[in-house]
C-alpha cells in the first residue's frame, strides 16, 4: 500500500481543526494526514479518540509529529526531561487515534562527538520506550527523522543505528533532508535504491517517509546544510525516479508532503504514480 497526505490540516480545508482535515483529505482521495503537534501537544485524549475514529471510518492513515522542542543530546536534565515529556506526550495521543508513528527530530550535538550523541539518544529512546510499555502503549513506534543540518543528530546511518539497537524505534527518511545534507545526493533511481539497501536489514513492515523539496546551503567547509522547504516542481530532489524505484520495490510506503503547498504536491506525488500505472 502507498499512503499520501499532507502534514496537517490541507491548506484548502476551511475549518482548521484535525477532524476537518481528516475530511478534506478523504475528500482529495487522499489517504494519509500527519497530525502537527510541532509547537505544543494542545490535543487531548478524548479528542485524539475522536480523530482516530474518523479517519479510520474515512481511510485515512495517521501519524504525529511531536514538537521541534526536542533535544535528547541536552546535558542538561531539565531539558532532556521536558523533551522526553513532549514525546511522550505525542505518543500518548497517537495511541489514543491508532496513529503507529510520533515523529521527532532528535536533537544536536552541541559538544558531543557524534558517537557520544547517538549513544545519548539511544539511552533517551530505551528509557521512553520502557515508560511507553509501563503505561499500557503499545503498536506506536518513536520515529526518529533523518535531518538536513550538519549541527542535527540525523543522518541516515545514525538513524538506522538507532533503530537496530532500541526496539520500537523506526526510521522517518526525509528524502529532502537527506539531499541537502550529502549536497544533492539524489540525482536518479539508483541514489535512491542505495538508501533502501540501507534500510534492509531493518526489515521494516512499513515506512514512514516526508516529501518536499528544499534550498540547501553549502558551508565553509564544503558540507550542505537545508534552508527552506521548496515546492515539488523546484525538483531538489527529483521524486519521479524514487516513485519508480518504490513501484519496483514494491514498498509499503508512507508519504507525508510537508510541501509549502500541502496537499497540492500531495496530489502531484499521487499523479507520478498513477502515471506509473499504481491505482490507488
Known amino acids: ?33 500527519e497530525c502537527e503537534f510541532v509547537r505544543q501537544v494542545g490535543m487531548g485524549n478524548e479528542m485524539a479518540r475522536q480523530v482516530g475514529e474518523l479517519a479510520e471510518k474515512l481511510g485515512v492513515r495517521l501519524s504525529v509529529h511531536c514538537p521541534y522542542f526536542v533535544n535528547l543530546c541536552s546535558q542538561e ?8 515529556k513532549r514525546i511522550l506526550d505525542s505518543v500518548e495521543r497517537a495511541h489514543f487515534m491508532h496513529a503507529d508513528v510520533a515523529v521527532f ?18 539511552r533517551a529512546c530505551a528509557e521512553m520506550v520502557d ?20 549541527s542535527t543528530f540525523g543522518t541516515t546511518g545514525e538513524i538506522i543505528s538507532v ?5 520500537n524505534c523506526v526510521p522517518v527518511v526525509d528524502w529532502a533532508h537527506i539531499n541537502c545534507r550529502y ?5 536518479g533511481q539508483e541514489d535512491y535504491r542505495k538508501i533502501f539497501d540501507q534500510l534492509a536489514p531493518l526489515k521494516l513492515e512499513h515506512l514512514h517517509t516526508h516529501a518536499t523539496c528544499a534550498e540547501c546551503t553549502v558551508t565553509k ?19 519521479e525516479p524514487l516513485v519508480k524505484e518504490i513501484l519496483r520495490r514494491k514498498v509499503d510506503i ?8 500541502l496537499e497540492q504536491d500531495a496530489l502531484v506525488l499521487k499523479k507520478m504514480f498513477e502515471k506509473y500505472g499504481y491505482r490507488f
Open 221 to 239: 567547509s564544503g558540507f550542505g546544510n537545508e534552508r527552506r522547504h521548496l515546492t515539488l516542481d523546484a525538483k531538489k530532489p527529483d521524486y
Open 77 to 84: 536534565k531539565e531539558k532532556l526531561k521536558a523533551s522526553k
Open 163 to 167: 533503530c537496530r539497537e532500541v526496539k
Open 131 to 150: 515508560e511507553m510499555a509501563s503505561s499500557g502503549i503499545n503498536g506506536v513506534n518513536l520515529g526518529l527523522e533523518t535531518m538536513g543540518k550538519q
Open 254 to 261: 508512507t508519504m507525508i508532503s510537508e510541501s509549502p503547498v
Open 105 to 122: 527530530h532528535a536533537g544536536f550535538y552541541g559538544e558531543l562527538s557524534p558517537d557520544d550523541a547517538l549513544d545519548a539518544i539511544k
Open 183 to 187: 549536497l544533492g545526493i539524489f540525482k
Open 1 to 33: 500500500m502507498i499512503y499520501l497526505g499532507p502534514a496537517g490540516v490541507p491548506i484548502s480545508c476551511e475549518e482548521r481543526t484535525t477532524l476537518a482535515g481528516i475530511e478534506c483529505t478523504a475528500k482529495l482521495k487522499l489517504n494519509a494526514l
